[in-house]
């Protein structure tokens, strides 16, 4: 079977960018006929069914929406690979996924200095929690992610990015917050499950031998801090996301046992996606860590 030409996604995406034949013709300066048989050879050569005709516009099949992840990727590679080989710099998109603390307390002051030295690269930046992550470069939905311990990653490229150290928050009129047995009939207030610090919580619960009468879950940390300071519950969280959100005085701060509280921030990525962006991304991220 002959392979997929670089010419054929391209008039692909057109057409899934357009809509139609026609304005894909147009677009690439084709008459549409040629447009038409590119894509009948494509399909033929694939032996899928890439669109689906409603009226006037086309819309993807089922094959054809797997294929355009692929047809976009490929030809963004190829378009960033010449650009590399002749202006030996980084330029293009950047999709970064980070954690929300990450995202917040972290990335604010570097991504300003990576936009200064690197002004063509373009960041667009996902959040989530470490496992929802994980996916996303695995699918090639994103370049890399930054994501905290625990976790496993087989087949991903790993590099330490930034350390944080994690702390047990209660509301300031709390008592005897450490105290296991008042622990048992607290109620924690986390992330959904997925989250690399809500696990770390449940470990240390379990290894006190106790574990929270109940979980309430949050989408964001402005939300657990005004729920935690009102007495609702505990939670566990970066001592750097309460300075960025100046939480500190609202809040009784409590240590971890230090194999709980130290934890680092990687940043992975797949091995066959590296990027010149992601490279200097990589180059950045090590040298502030050298500095700090």
């Known amino acids: 079977?002959?392979?997929?030409?670089?010419?054929?996604?391209?008039?692909?995406?057109?057409?899934?960018?357009?809509?139609?034949?026609?304005?894909?013709?147009r677009q690439m300066n084709r008459v549409q006929s040629n447009v038409t048989t590119r894509i009948r050879n494509l399909e033929e050569r694939l032996g899928v069914q890439?669109?689906?005709?409603?009226?006037?516009?086309?819309?993807?099949?089922?094959e054809g929406e797997v294929l355009r992840g692929y047809a976009e990727r490929i030809l963004r590679l190829s378009s960033e690979a010449e650009s590399a080989m002749l202006l030996r710099a980084p330029q293009g998109t950047l999709r970064l996924g980070t954690l929300e603390s990450t995202?917040?307390?972290?990335?604010?002051?570097?991504?300003?200095?990576?936009?200064?030295?690197?002004?063509d690269v373009f960041i667009e930046l996902v959040t989530g929690s470490t496992s929802r992550l994980l996916d996303m470069v695995q699918r090639y939905e994103v370049d890399a992610a930054l994501i905290s311990e625990p976790f496993t990653a087989p087949g991903l490229a790993t590099q330490k990015a930034f350390d944080e150290e994690l702390v047990l928050i209660a509301a300031r009129s709390a008592t005897g917050v450490l105290d296991s047995e008042q622990l048992s009939r607290c109620t924690v207030i986390a992330f959904p499950a997925g989250c690399s610090y809500r696990r770390i919580l449940e470990e240390w619960f379990a290894s006190i031998?106790?574990?929270p009468h109940r979980v309430l879950e949050m989408a964001s940390y402005h939300a657990i801090v005004a729920c935690i300071a009102a007495g609702t519950g505990v939670g566990i969280m970066p001592r750097s996301i309460l300075r960025a959100v100046h939480a500190?005085?609202?809040?009784?701060?409590?240590?971890?046992?230090?194999h709980y509280a130290?934890?680092?921030t990687h940043l992975v990525w797949l091995p066959q996606q590296e990027s010149a962006s992601t490279e200097a991304l990589r180059q950045m991220l090590a040298a502030d860590r050298l500095k700090s």
């Open 103 to 119: 995202a917040a307390a972290r990335l604010p002051p570097f991504l300003s200095r990576f936009h200064e030295r690197y002004p």
């Open 248 to 258: 500190e005085p609202q809040l009784q701060v409590l240590p971890l046992p230090r």
């Open 209 to 211: 031998g106790t574990a």
């Open 50 to 62: 890439l669109f689906l005709r409603h009226g006037n516009r086309l819309k993807l099949s089922a």
């Open 262 to 264: 130290e934890v680092t």
């Open 1 to 25: 079977m002959r392979k997929i030409d670089l010419e054929s996604l391209a008039f692909f995406k057109s057409v899934v960018d357009t809509g139609s034949v026609t304005q894909a013709a």
